[in-house]
């Protein structure tokens, strides 16, 4: 495929600045870019690159004011580059339609219109599989489960009984949704299990990384909201309620009752205890641990977290105390000087 750069600006909506018929044919990475492809630059650490970069072009800010003699200027370098990767390199097409031989589904099932079923899959009694739905190989599907349209389901996931999955879901392989939770009760004589019969709700466009885990609710649901997308390894407890159009980076554990509202930014490697309350717009940087409640808008950061710059400023503290200790000593053997003096 080629593309002249005045096509993909208006593909992007964007602004050329350069020459507008010069032929692009593939995209690249800033670094690794060879001439004939196009690039982006929206992370200012890579900024570096731009001098050496053997690119044909580059999609930056529609503020950027450095030079390169091809130029896309937009709005949003990121959305831009995803549409452009998109048009350079599509992606594989969904199976045709059908529903393999191998695949054991209940007589009560609901099937809906052009949907695959892959090799090995099981659909269980009372499940409803909505219009245009891909579950590939090896896939459970429990009893009463409700799958949307137009979700796709990758190999090797497991949807326990009775769970609901909205539609233009991607749940990635080896997830498992509706496992039971960590409920459990001390007893005199060892630990009792305590009955999980709550369900987990998923929304719409909610995209799900592969080895996830989102465990039922004990009584209520466990809920995933609208647009929200989870990264791999990603842990959600019971009765968990996470709002719309959050992100949540790899290795996240969310312990039970918490509730996350909208936008909320999660970095990889953070703990979130039970029964708290994350307001909306929080962003939390990696492997930090929260432990109480947080209002909406603010960024965290450290272990336990707090407030990203006051974080800031005491881990600054702790890294001079060496420095601070060594002065500490030099006032004290001037101190006892003096007191020998006298």
Same mark, same amino acid.
């Given at each position: 495929?080629?593309?002249?750069?005045?096509?993909?600006?208006?593909?992007?909506?964007?602004?050329?600045?350069?020459?507008?018929?010069?032929?692009?044919?593939?995209?690249?990475?800033?670094?690794?870019?060879?001439?004939?492809?196009?690039?982006?630059?929206?992370?200012?650490?890579?900024?570096?690159?731009?001098?050496?970069?053997?690119?044909?072009?580059? %999609?930056?800010?529609?503020?950027?004011?450095?030079?390169?003699?091809?130029?896309?200027?937009?709005?949003?370098?990121?959305?831009?580059?995803?549409?452009?990767?998109?048009?350079? @390199?599509?992606?594989?097409?969904?199976?045709?339609?059908?529903?393999?031989?191998?695949?054991?589904?209940?007589?009560?099932?609901?099937?809906?219109?052009?949907?695959?079923?892959?090799?090995?899959?099981?659909?269980?009694?009372?499940?409803?599989? =909505?219009?245009?739905?891909?579950?590939?190989?090896?896939?459970?599907?429990?009893?009463?489960?409700?799958?949307?349209?137009?979700?796709?389901?990758?190999?090797?996931?497991?949807?326990?009984?009775?769970?609901?999955?909205?539609?233009?879901?991607?749940?990635?392989?080896?997830?498992?949704?509706?496992?039971?939770?960590?409920?459990?009760?001390?007893?005199?004589?060892?630990?009792?299990?305590?009955?999980?019969?709550?369900?987990?709700?998923?929304?719409?466009?909610?995209?799900?990384?592969?080895?996830?885990?989102?465990?039922?609710?004990?009584?209520?649901?466990?809920?995933?909201?609208?647009?929200?997308?989870?990264?791999?390894?990603?842990?959600?407890?019971?009765?968990?309620? %996470? =709002?719309?159009?959050?992100?949540?980076?790899?290795? *996240?554990? %969310?312990?039970?009752?918490?509730?996350?509202?909208?936008?909320?930014?999660?970095?990889?490697?953070?703990?979130?205890?039970?029964?708290?309350?994350?307001?909306?717009?929080?962003?939390?940087?990696?492997?930090?641990?929260?432990?109480?409640? *947080?209002?909406?808008?603010?960024?965290?950061?450290?272990?336990?977290?707090?407030? @990203?710059?006051?974080?800031?400023?005491?881990?600054?503290?702790? @890294?001079?105390?060496?420095? %601070?200790?060594?002065?500490?000593?030099?006032?004290?053997?001037?101190?006892?000087?003096?007191?020998?003096?006298?």
């Amino acid at each position: 495929m080629q593309l002249t750069l005045g096509q993909i600006a208006r593909l992007v909506d964007g602004a050329v600045k350069g020459d507008e018929n010069v032929l692009i044919n593939d995209v690249a990475e800033i670094q690794h870019a060879q001439s004939g492809t196009i690039t982006f630059l929206a992370n200012p650490k890579y900024g570096k690159y731009l001098a050496s970069t053997l690119a044909t072009a580059v %999609i930056v800010d529609e503020n950027f004011n450095g030079n390169f003699p091809n130029l896309i200027l937009v709005k949003n370098p990121n959305l831009a580059f995803s549409i452009v990767l998109a048009r350079f @390199r599509p992606e594989l097409p969904l199976p045709t339609p059908m529903i393999h031989s191998t695949a054991v589904i209940a007589k009560d099932a609901k099937i809906g219109s052009d949907v695959y079923i892959g090799p090995f899959v099981v659909v269980e009694s009372g499940a409803e599989i =909505g219009d245009r739905v891909t579950i590939m190989g090896n896939c459970y599907i429990g009893q009463y489960v409700i799958i949307g349209s137009e979700t796709v389901i990758f190999s090797n996931v497991s949807i326990y009984h009775k769970c609901v999955i909205g539609q233009k879901v991607r749940i990635h392989s080896g997830v498992v949704i509706g496992s039971d939770g960590f409920g459990f009760v001390r007893v005199e004589n060892g630990i009792e299990k305590i009955p999980q019969a709550g369900r987990v709700v998923i929304h719409d466009e909610v995209e799900i990384g592969a080895n996830s885990t989102i465990d039922r609710g004990t009584i209520g649901d466990t809920v995933i909201g609208r647009g929200t997308k989870l990264d791999n390894l990603v842990q959600i407890a019971h009765n968990v309620r %996470i =709002g719309e159009y959050c992100f949540f980076a790899a290795q *996240v554990g %969310i312990a039970g009752s918490t509730i996350i509202e909208d936008q909320v930014s999660v970095g990889g490697q953070v703990g979130i205890a039970g029964h708290l309350h994350i307001g909306s717009g929080v962003m939390i940087a990696a492997q930090s641990g929260v432990t109480k409640d *947080v209002p909406a808008g603010i960024f965290l950061f450290g272990s336990p977290a707090q407030e @990203r710059l006051k974080a800031a400023q005491e881990l600054a503290h702790i @890294r001079s105390l060496p420095e %601070i200790k060594e002065r500490l000593k030099k006032v004290e053997m001037e101190l006892q000087k003096r007191k020998n003096i006298g």
